[in-house]
Structures are given as structure tokens and as C-alpha cells.
């Protein structure tokens, strides 16, 4: 998934917002047909678990495995890139972290549901709000000069006074 990501990602066929939308899309999916294999409890629920495993680690790869640690070097400036740097791998690492403390917490949450189809169900539910933001948040930036990255952000380059022939 990375390398394929990684090919991708700045390719005609790719892009950091095409492949967020993507990955969150295919891994909603997967997380949703487990659900159902396991609620109904089927007697290949088993195999269904080892597959959506491998699919969705495909997928987290192919997009959110890679783009939050290329994108953040690409929206900040390079007075500002060393630090956003440092606050998004931190944030990455805390992330999964809470991920790896919360996960238990989810299966015994959920677990009146029979099989593991309340935890597919929960990991569904938070994967379609990856789809909502990354339509709503992300802009692409595949392509866009370095320098015009700021303003599809908003950011209104200040004009400096003190150039030759104005006043401070």
C-alpha cells in the first residue's frame, strides 16, 4: 500500500486528496462487510476478520499510512516547516498510541454484539468521518507551486514596508 501510495501519490492517477477519499471509501467498505459477515455470524467470519485485516492495512497505507506525514511539508512555509513537522509526527505517534489504549475499550464496549461486528461497526462509523473531513478539510496540493500552497489555505501574504522608496 505504501509504495503503491507512494508511486501514486503525485502521478495523474493520484493525489493526496484522491487517495484519502479513496483509501477512507475502500476501508468504510471493508469495515462494513465484516460487520454484517460478523453479525450474522457466518461460518467464514473467521477468514472475513484475516482479510479485512490485510485490506484495510492496504488501504491505510495506500493514503493515511503516507499523506499526513508529505502534506504537512508541503503547507508551511520553511520558517514554520520544522516545527509543524515536529507537532505532526507528535500527533501522529499520540494517535496511535490512543488508537492502541482505546481499542479494548471498543471491544468491550460493543461486545453484546455478537462477534467482533460492534468493533467493524465502530471502526466503519470513524472512517466515514475521515471521508467527511477530507471533503470538507483537504485541499489538493498535487501539482500547486510550492509557493501558491499557502493561499488555497487563506493565507494573505503581508507586503513588506520596508522596501526601497516607501515609508516604514
Not at 465484516?34 to 467464514?44: G, P, R
Not at 455478537?114 to 485541499?139: E, Q
Request: hydrophobic share 50%.
Amino acid at each position: 500500500g505504501s509504495i503503491l501510495g507512494l508511486t501514486l501519490i503525485d502521478s495523474k492517477y493520484g493525489g493526496r486528496r484522491f487517495q484519502l477519499l479513496c483509501a477512507s471509501i475502500l476501508m468504510t467498505t471493508v469495515f462494513v462487510l465484516t460487520s454484517v459477515v460478523q453479525f450474522a455470524e457466518f461460518s467464514f467470519k473467521d477468514e472475513m476478520n484475516c482479510i479485512c485485516v490485510y485490506i484495510m492495512g492496504f488501504g491505510f497505507q495506500f493514503a493515511w499510512g503516507i499523506v499526513p506525514w508529505v502534506y504537512p511539508a508541503e503547507l508551511f512555509s520553511a520558517v514554520e516547516r520544522e516545527r509543524a513537522l515536529a507537532c505532526s509526527t507528535f500527533l501522529g505517534f499520540w494517535a496511535n498510541f490512543l488508537v492502541l489504549q482505546v481499542h479494548k475499550k471498543i471491544v468491550r464496549w460493543t461486545g453484546d454484539w455478537p462477534g467482533d461486528s460492534g468493533m467493524y461497526t465502530f471502526y466503519a462509523a470513524t472512517n466515514v468521518l475521515n471521508l467527511l473531513f477530507v471533503v470538507f478539510f483537504i485541499k489538493e496540493t498535487k501539482g500547486v507551486p510550492e509557493e501558491d500552497i499557502p493561499s488555497l489555505f487563506g493565507h494573505v501574504e503581508k507586503q513588506d514596508k520596508l522596501i526601497a522608496g516607501q515609508e516604514a
